[in-house]
C-alpha cells in the first residue's frame, strides 16, 4: 500500500492544508491527542488529492544467485512437473537428484559470498551491515531455505569469518587510537557548562524538511516526505506547536 503522486496535485494539496482548519490542534493540550488529530486531519486532505493503492513490488534478486543457479531451479521445476505427470520411480529419483543439486549449490555460493563480504576491506559500516542482512535469515525466510544454507558447521564457519573480521577491525581501530589523549583535547570541553533547551522555529522546521531525502515512501502513517516538502510553509507552523507541546 502506498500513496499515488499525480503530477500537478503538489499545489492542490498545498492550498487545501493553507485553509484547513487545525484549531481542534492548536487548543489541545495534550501531544498524543494533539499529534492524533494532526494526522487525522492531514491524512484527511492527502486521501483527496493522493489517494491509497496497492502496488505491487518485485523481490529482489539474491547477490549471490547465479545463472547456473537458475538454470537448476528450472530443471528443478520440470522434473517435478514430469514426476507430477508421471510418478515413476525414474521421475522421482531425477527429482530428488534436482533438488539435491540446487541445494548444493547453493550453500556454495552463499558460502562464497559470505567470505567475500566479510573479507574484503570496508571503510564503510553502513554497507557491511546492508551486506550482512542479504544473507542473514529472517522471520519471512521460508523454513526449508533456512534447513538446506544452515548446517551446523556452516554456522561455525560463517561465525568465525565474523569474528575475524570484527577482531582485526578492533585492531586497527585500537591502532589509530592516541594513547596519550587527556580529557582537555576532547571536544566536549568547549561546550557551554549549562545546558538549556533551545526555541524550535518555524525555520527550523522547514530547513529540516528540506534536507529530507524526495521519497514517496512512507510509514505506518501513510505521510510521505514528498508531501511534507511540497507543504512544508503550510505544515511547519503546526508542527511546530506539536514540538513545542512535547
Not at 108 to 136: C, G, H, M
Not at 140 to 150: A, E, H, L, R, V
Request: with cysteine; glycine share 2%; proline share 5%.
Amino acid at each position: 500500500m502506498a500513496r499515488s503522486h499525480p503530477a500537478g496535485h503538489d499545489g492542490a494539496v498545498a492550498n487545501d492544508l493553507a485553509n484547513t482548519d487545525w484549531s481542534s490542534v492548536l487548543a489541545e493540550q495534550d501531544i498524543d491527542t494533539a499529534a492524533c488529530l494532526f494526522q487525522m486531519i492531514l491524512n484527511s486532505v492527502l486521501d483527496k488529492h493522493m489517494p491509497i493503492k496497492k502496488i505491487r513490488t518485485k523481490t529482489h534478486q539474491k547477490p549471490w544467485v547465479s545463472n547456473e543457479f537458475l538454470s537448476l531451479i528450472d530443471t528443478k521445476e520440470y522434473r517435478a512437473k514430469q514426476y507430477r505427470k508421471n510418478p515413476t520411480e525414474e521421475n522421482k529419483n531425477a527429482l530428488k537428484l534436482a533438488k539435491k543439486q540446487v541445494c548444493q549449490l547453493k550453500k556454495a555460493l552463499k558460502k562464497s559470498y559470505i567470505e567475500t563480504t566479510l573479507t574484503r576491506p570496508r571503510n564503510d559500516p553502513k554497507k557491511l551491515w546492508r551486506s550482512i542482512r542479504t544473507f542473514w535469515p529472517n522471520s519471512k525466510t521460508n523454513n526449508s531455505y533456512i534447513n538446506c544454507i544452515n548446517s551446523i558447521t556452516e554456522e561455525a564457519e560463517i561465525a568465525n569469518l565474523m569474528n575475524k573480521f570484527f577482531c582485526e577491525r578492533g585492531k586497527r581501530i585500537q591502532e589509530q587510537i592516541n594513547t596519550n589523549a587527556t580529557l582537555k583535547d576532547f571536544p566536549y570541553q568547549h561546550l557551554p557548562p549549562i545546558f538549556e533547551f533551545q526555541e524550535i522555529t518555524v525555520k527550523d522546521i522547514t530547513d529540516v524538511i528540506t534536507s529530507l531525502s524526495s521519497s514517496p515512501a512512507s510509514s505506518v502513517d501513510q505521510i510521505t516526505t514528498l508531501m511534507l516538502k511540497s507543504a512544508k510553509t503550510e505544515l511547519a507552523p503546526i508542527l511546530q506547536y506539536l514540538f513545542k507541546l512535547s
